[in-house]
Each structure stands twice: as C-alpha cells, then as structure tokens.
C-alpha cells in the first residue's frame, strides 16, 4: 500500500506471560486517534495465545501495550496485527 | 548605661524663720509628702522601690548623686559670709556621702559618687538570692549652719534633681508574665500535622543514591530521608512498550 492505504486494524493475538493486566490500544500517527482494546489478564504460564479484536482504521498505526499497576509484569514473545487493506488513499 | 531615678525635691518657703530658730536646722526631704513649711527638726522620710536584679558577679559597683541646686538669696542682707550646705544621702541604707558646699553654692549639678564591692553590698543589705527590692528609705539632705545667722534669711531655697545614677547591674528589668502564644491543640495547626514529637515521615520525591537492581523485584524502591535505612516499594511508572508504526 506504501503507507498511503488506509488499513483496517481487526486484532491483535500474542505470546504472552506475565501477571495482572495488560492494557493495549492502538494508535495513530502523532497519536491523533486511537482505539483502546480489551485488556489480557496475563497468568505466569498459559498454553494459549489469546486474540483480542480491534476496530481501528488508519493509514499507519503502532501498538501501545504497558501494565499499570505495581508488580505487574508482562513478558511478549510474539506479536500479531491482523490489518486488511480497506482504501487506497484520502480523496485528494 | 545607667538607669536613673529621678525626683525633684523643691523647697519654697518665703517665710522662714529667723535664723536662730534654723541653725543646725535639719531637713528631711520627702518625695510625695513636700512640705510646704520647713519646720525644724521634721523627720519625713520617703520610699523609692522596684524590682531589681543581682549581679551574680562581685563587681564594683557606682551609685552617683546628682545634685541639681540652686539656693537664691531672697530680700536681705546675706545671713553668713559662708552658709554651709551638708548633703547626707543614705542610699540603699549602707552609702552614707557628706558633701559641703559653701554658699553661696556653685549653681548647677553636682556628681558626688561612691563605690562599692558588690559582696559589701550585699552583706549589708539581707536579701533573697534572685531579686530584692531596694528601697531608698534613707534619703536624708541635711541643711544646717556653722553659725547663728544673725538676720533672716528669705527667699527661697530649691533643690532640683536630686537624682540616683543606678549601675547597670541594677536596671530594673522587665519580666514577661504572659505565656507564650500557643495553640490550643494539635488541630489548630493548619494541616493536621500530628507529629507529637515523632519525626514525620515523608516520602522524598527525589530519593537520592544509587539505584540497585534486584533479581525478581517487580517495583521500584524509594529510600525515605527521614527514617533511617527505610524504604518504600512502588510501582514502576507504567511500564510501556511500543510498537513501531505499522501498515507500511
């Protein structure tokens, strides 16, 4: 897309340990919008790799994942962002 | 520096008796009950008092008289060539000065001091250990002749300033009897500071020495200034990873 496609941003699943609660959300460019998903509660160990969806749409977007809490601790060994192509670009 | 007590004993009497009846004539001066007519032989006496403090060292000390005077001839021939005026100030009951001026007397003030040791001071007037009183209850100016006085003497005889220089080690000083200003209780202050003598811990915001890495810690430790080898455990300011941009 080149970066001028607008992306439609749908879910994000991870490998992830930890303890507490892991607060993620997606952001735009210059954080002008963004788009907060539901939190993972994180255990020490766990078999799966949990998807949470996400509705976001944006031509570039970062991921923004961090704990709030005292001896909250998260380890992320993978990430995936599930994005589709929605429009090729802003009207000019 | 010196603190002096003043009074003025003024004498008026226009219409003294001849001076036969006045030689050795005695005159006790007092200070709230001046008489209006010198009578011989009268004995009044007068009282200056205040608290006064006791030097705790023997120091010397000077007690100064000051006499202001002026003796004006009245109508008359003048009574003696030489009129002597015997001054006798029992000061504090143990300083007796006797000065004599001829008269017609120098106009104007005269100093007559006298020194004395603290320690004499003391052993002759009984007092407590911190503070007594020193009354003036012996002042006694003398006015007498050497001679009798062969005509009347008018006019008028004035003694102005009759005044006590008292050494610095007996300034009266003021004592403050009212309690110092404090609150009622504890709520008064503002803030409900409740320290009752205990030190006030405060978490320093700005907690200053090394910063130690400790495997399996999961917060941050904060070093309180005011307890010794105290600490607090708080949280990481949330920790926060960031992707980079996507979608490119």
């Known amino acids: ?92 | 520096m010196s603190q002096p007590i003043l009074f003025f004993a003024d004498i008026s009497n226009s219409g003294m008796l001849p001076a036969p009846a006045w030689s050795n004539l005695n005159i006790n001066i007092p200070i709230n009950q001046l008489v209006d007519e010198i009578v011989a032989g009268a004995d009044v006496t007068c009282s200056l008092g205040g608290p006064v403090d006791i030097p705790t060292q023997n120091t010397l000390v000077t007690l100064a008289v000051i006499i202001d005077w002026n003796a004006i001839q009245g109508s008359g021939s003048s009574p003696l060539g030489t009129l002597q005026v015997n001054l006798n100030s029992f000061l504090f009951g143990f300083i007796s000065e006797l000065s004599t001026f001829d008269f017609p007397a120098p106009q104007g003030i005269n100093i007559v001091t006298k020194s004395i040791l603290l320690d004499t001071l003391m052993a002759n007037y009984a007092t407590t250990p911190t503070i007594f009183f020193g009354n003036l209850d012996n002042i006694q100016i003398s006015l007498s002749v050497s001679q009798t006085v062969p005509g009347t003497f008018g006019g008028t005889v004035e003694f102005r300033g009759y005044s006590f220089t008292v050494p610095n080690a007996f300034i009266t000083t003021l004592i403050l009897q009212e309690d110092p200003l404090l609150p009622a209780d504890e709520s008064a202050i503002d803030g409900g500071i409740d320290a009752n003598g205990v030190p006030i811990e405060v978490l320093s915001v700005d907690s200053s020495g090394l910063y130690v890495l400790t495997p399996g810690k999961t917060d941050d430790t904060l070093y309180t200034r005011n307890v010794a080898q105290a600490t607090d455990d708080v949280a990481i300011p949330d920790p926060t990873i960031k992707t980079a941009l996507l979608g490119d």
């Not at chain 1, 078999?47 to 969806?53: G, I, K, V």
């Not at chain 1, 995936?80 to 929605?86: L, S």
């Open chain 1, 1 to 92: 897309m080149g970066g001028e496609g607008i992306l439609h941003y749908g879910a994000v699943r991870m490998r992830v340990v930890g303890s507490g609660s892991l607060q993620m959300k997606f952001q735009s460019l210059d954080e002008t919008t963004e788009y907060s998903i539901l939190a993972l509660t994180m255990t020490a160990t766990t078999d799966r790799e949990p998807t949470r969806l996400a509705n976001f749409k944006s031509q570039r977007a970062s991921l923004e994942l961090k704990t709030t809490e005292i001896n909250e601790i998260f380890k992320i060994q993978k990430i995936i962002v599930f994005a589709r192509a929605m429009f090729s670009s802003y009207p000019g």
